[in-house]
């Protein structure tokens, strides 16, 4: 019996030793595997995963000789490490920075938005009138305009009107690349005269990022440790004006970003084509300016051009190929001066690279053979991880980015035609550069840069507004019902409205009920005849009768199912009552 127990204890010990290895071996490959096939962006991140294998490989030993409850202990403790690591240290590691340091301490939210928030510094201006803001080169907290208070072409919500960003996806805004955040109108005057846009905020001595027409400098002063100036334009458009022309839809969607912008001056934009008003005869003046594309160091890009070992890019007449980060193409191109000037790019689409791929051919050459088994390794596993283009634009100063989210990314909104406004200068301007941030496979369907005149502008805007200074009147807005007197002479006019298009509006002209269209792709407009008018729209939230009543039909509902169900556990309840004094009786 001895011997028999000895030996059981011998193979026990044996299948335990066994069991240890077998983890240990486990844990060993998973670190070979690991540094083998995932890259690692910074030092400190692959000290950290490192630290944590060795944690592991120590550990592993010792969960055969631990109880249950111990080892659960232990392995509790590790996940909390991990969590730890993965949820406050990687923002340590992750990017190579510290980001912890950069999040709003506790108890600073409204001193960040509000109170030392430059684009704040609006409010200081003491105009009660309706107006809009918008900022160039300043922090902007999205939605802080809502927490401040005032209006401004600001907005982050993943609940929002599908025709707004049609509307900018339609004009290559490249301040509202994702679908569902809206982060201004990229100082383009136009779209800021239609928006109501009265104050633009900048860093003092930024001239370049304010729009032409916002000429009056009225306030500056200080946030964020530095002096920030709010400078205002008398050419911006009222919540409610008229339109004497139109544009059909159709030949609106036609035009590209530029000339769209440029339309929207001359005529509403209107889905159908039985407006009683006139057509408006549209005219353009922005120029295309020719340009060549040239090396940093001068050197013309020719198809096939481009030496990737010195540049870092190659160039086939279709497409450049970048191989390493921050890569940069010249434009060379002379923007004369007292103009806006644009990039037009459209059909920008970008493929990234794999691994093995983001090698010169040098590089590959040089490459030894362990490192391109390693990087097919990467190639399988890890396959292509940028899904986001981000291209950035240079011109004297002024810096740009498009961020163009590929199918691949969750962020992908079916945008690829862009409009940049490099900034408006009273010098003349050349070498616009652009900035590849990733590696990988980017081309465009065609490449522009336009000079926009600014003169038109400002004539046309004022046209605009003189047409309705007399004509609307009495405009109050409470949030859920707009009213205004609109007096129409001769010619019939559409009252266009800086409100987006929804379904829960309606809209009563004189007390009877009118078609409310859509205008301008995003938002509202009625065409009156001559004589004066009361207009009143109103908002209602759709459903929202047909919610109150299916919700009171509901309690009604709860209410008659407890009340029956009370009676009739009574009923059980008496029933049972009296059976059991029977029996008692029976027995007795």
Known sequence: YSMKKSLCGHCLNRKKGRSAAA????????????????????????FGVAMLLVLLVALAGTFCTLTGKKAAV??????????????????????????????????????????????????RTGDDSFWRYDSAEVV???????????????????????????????????????????????SRTPLEALAGVKYFVTPDESDDLIPPLFDTTV?????????????????????????????????????????????LLQGAVVESSSSPLEDANLVFTEERLGFKLESLDGTPIVAGGGKEDETGFSYDG???????????????????????AYVAIAGLSYRDLLPSERLTGSERAE??????????????????????????????????????????SHLYGGKDEWLVNMGY????????????????????????????????????????????????????????????????????????F????????????????????????????????????EVVLHYETPGLKAGVVLTALGIVVCAVAMLARRRLFSSHTKRHMDLSATDKGAQQ
């Open 498 to 533: 800086m409100v987006p298009f929804s379904k829960g509006w309606t809209a009563q002209v004189d007390g009877r009920p009118a078609e409310l269209l859509q205008a301008n792709v995003a938002f509202m407009g009625i065409e009156l005849g001559e004589g004066v008018h």
């Open 140 to 186: 902007q907290y999205l939605n802080s305009n809502m927490v401040q208070r005032l209006k401004s072409p600001l907005f982050y919500d993943s609940y929002y009107n599908d025709l707004v960003d049609e509307y900018h996806t339609g004009l290559g805004l490249a301040a509202s690349s994702i679908n569902f955040m809206y982060a201004g109108l990229d």
């Open 23 to 46: 983890v240990k071996g486990s844990v060993a490959y998973a670190f070979v595997v690991a540094f083998v096939l995932f890259p690692f962006t910074t030092k400190e991140a692959l």
């Open 425 to 496: 200068s009273n010098e003349p301007r050349q070498r616009i550069e652009l900035i590849f941030q990733d590696p990988g496979v980017y081309s465009f369907d065609d490449l522009q840069v336009l000079a926009q005149p600014v003169d038109c502008y400002e004539s046309q805007i004022q046209q605009l507004k003189d047409a309705g200074a007399d004509k609307v009147a009495d405009v109050r807005f409470d949030g859920s019902t707009l009213s205004c007197r609109v007096s129409i002479e001769n010619d019939p006019r559409l009252v266009y």
């Open 219 to 263: 306030f500056e002063g200080e946030a964020e440790g530095s002096i920030f100036r709010v400078s205002q334009t008398d050419s911006y458009l009222p919540l409610v004006f008229t339109y004497d022309k139109v544009i059909d839809r159709t030949v609106y969607d036609e035009l590209d970003p530029s000339r769209k912008q440029q339309a």
């Open 74 to 123: 232990l392995l509790s403790l590790l996940a909390c490490v991990c969590f730890f690591y993965n949820g406050y240290g990687s923002q340590f590691v992750a990017s190579g920075g510290n980001r912890v340091a950069g999040q709003v301490g506790l108890g600073r939210s409204h001193d960040v938005l509000v109170e030392n928030n430059p684009t704040t510094l609006v409010s």
């Open 318 to 340: 279709e497409r450049f190929t970048v191989y390493r980060a921050d890569t940069r193409i010249v434009l060379d191109v002379q923007v004369p001066p007292d103009v806006d």
């Open 367 to 408: 490459t030894p053979l362990y490192r391109k088994q390693q990087l097919a390794f990467q190639d399988i596993v890890y396959g292509v991880g940028t899904v986001d283009a981000k291209v950035r634009l240079s011109l004297a100063g002024v810096e740009k980015t498009i961020w163009n989210p590929t199918n691949a």
